[in-house]
C-alpha cells in the first residue's frame, strides 16, 4: 500500500529556515516523479516543486532560489528545504507521488 | 504566468448532472488532471490524463477535453459529491512547471 507521511511542520519567524520531510511506503521515491504542493489557508491549491526519476528540479517561481527539493534513496525519504521563509509561505504542505498519491500534510506557519 | 480558469462555484441538485470547465490555452497540448478536496482533506484523484477514471473512482465522474477546455463531469450528482474540484496541468511553455486551477466549490443540494 502506498503512503506518504510528512513531518517536519511548524512555526517559524520570518527570514528562518524549515526542512519538510515525506516518508514513503509501498514504492520506490527515486523511480517517480514527486512534487510538493501547498495550500495556504482558505485558499486554493499551489504547486511547488517537482523532482524527477533522473534527479532534476524545478520550482514555481514563487519560490525559486528559496526553496530545494531533494530525496535520500536510502531512506526513501522526499524533502524540501525552506529558506528565507515569508509569511506567505503559511500553508499546508502536501507531499505528492504524481499524479495519484497525495499525504496528509504538514502545516508550515510563518510569523513573527 | 500560465493559468488555468475554473468557475468559482457550480450547483445542482442531487441526481443531476453537474459540469466543471477548466480553460487554459496550453490544453490542446498537455493533460487535464482533477482533483476533489473534502473540507480539511487531502486531494484525491478523480480524473487523470484528460478522461482516465482511477480504481475506485465511481462512473459518474468522467472527463473530457476538447481544445482550450477540459471538463469534469458528474453524472447524477451525490450529496456526497459535494467538494472543491481542481483541475491540473502543465505549462508547455515552461514544461516541468505544473499548475493548478483556482478550484470549483460544488454544491448538491
Known amino acids: 500500500e502506498v503512503q506518504l507521511v510528512e513531518s517536519g511542520g511548524g512555526w517559524i519567524q520570518p527570514g528562518g529556515s524549515l526542512r519538510l520531510s515525506c516518508a514513503a511506503s509501498g514504492f520506490i521515491v527515486s523511480n517517480n516523479y514527486m512534487s510538493w504542493v501547498r495550500q495556504a489557508p482558505g485558499k486554493g491549491l499551489e504547486w511547488v516543486s517537482v523532482?524527477?526519476?533522473?534527479?532534476?528540479?524545478y520550482y514555481a517561481e514563487s519560490v525559486k532560489g528559496r526553496f530545494t527539493i531533494s530525496r535520500d534513496n536510502s531512506k526513501n525519504t522526499l524533502y524540501i528545504q525552506m529558506n528565507s521563509l515569508r509569511a506567505e509561505d503559511t500553508a499546508v504542505y502536501y507531499c505528492?507521488?504524481?499524479?495519484?498519491?497525495w499525504g496528509q500534510g504538514t502545516v508550515v506557519t510563518v510569523s513573527s | 504566468s500560465y493559468e488555468l480558469t475554473q468557475p468559482p462555484s457550480v450547483s445542482v441538485s442531487p441526481g443531476q448532472t453537474a459540469r466543471i470547465t477548466c480553460s487554459g490555452d496550453?490544453?490542446?497540448?498537455?493533460?487535464a488532471y482533477w482533483y476533489q478536496q473534502m473540507s480539511g482533506q487531502a486531494p484525491v484523484l478523480v480524473i487523470y490524463e484528460d478522461n482516465k477514471r482511477p480504481s475506485g473512482i465511481p462512473e459518474r465522474f468522467s472527463g473530457s477535453s476538447s481544445g482550450t477546455m477540459a471538463t469534469l463531469t458528474i453524472s447524477g450528482a451525490q450529496v456526497e459529491d459535494e467538494a472543491d474540484y481542481y483541475c491540473y496541468s502543465t505549462d508547455s511553455s515552461y514544461n516541468h512547471r505544473r499548475v493548478f486551477g483556482g478550484g470549483t466549490k460544488l454544491t448538491v443540494l
Open positions: 523532482i524527477y526519476s533522473d534527479g532534476s528540479a
Open positions: 496550453a490544453l490542446p497540448k498537455t493533460y
Open positions: 505528492t507521488k504524481e499524479p495519484d498519491y
